[in-house]
């Protein structure tokens, strides 16, 4: 069965960083792309970092040049650096992975910035 755990959220200060950990358990299969998203109360979700099976990596403006995804296929983990964060920042962030050809979702961490 396979399964997504989120590490890493928490409480920060405008202008600190916060490193998200998503780790897939009980696949055996690679890592071909995964994304992050992030949903504030009584907002829709929004996405925030992608990266495909290449490596390549794309973002919103929102976060580009603040947040960098990167995949670990030796330890089925992909992180998410937040740098510079901002109160705005403040939501669930949830990763979504796609492991051989099957998406998943991880459970969601809570990420808040104080000002």
């Known amino acids: 069965q396979v399964r997504l755990v ?13 490193r998200l950990s998503c780790k897939a358990s009980g696949s055996t299969s690679m890592i ?3 994304d992050w998203y992030r949903q504030a109360p009584g907002k829709q979700r929004e996405w925030v970092a992608s990266i495909m099976k290449n490596g390549n990596t794309n973002y ?8 960098t995804i990167a ?11 937040m ?8 939501a669930i962030y949830s990763c979504f992975l796609i492991l051989g050809s099957t998406g998943y979702w991880g459970q ?3 990420v808040t910035v104080s000002s």
């Open 60 to 67: 919103p403006d929102s976060v580009k040049g603040r947040f």
């Open 83 to 90: 740098n510079s964060l901002k109160p705005e920042d403040t």
């Open 108 to 110: 969601g961490t809570q």
């Open 71 to 81: 995949r670990d296929n030796a330890e089925n983990t992909v992180d998410l650096q």
């Open 32 to 34: 071909n792309g995964a």
């Open 6 to 18: 989120e590490s890493g959220g928490g409480s920060v200060q405008a202008g600190g960083s916060l």
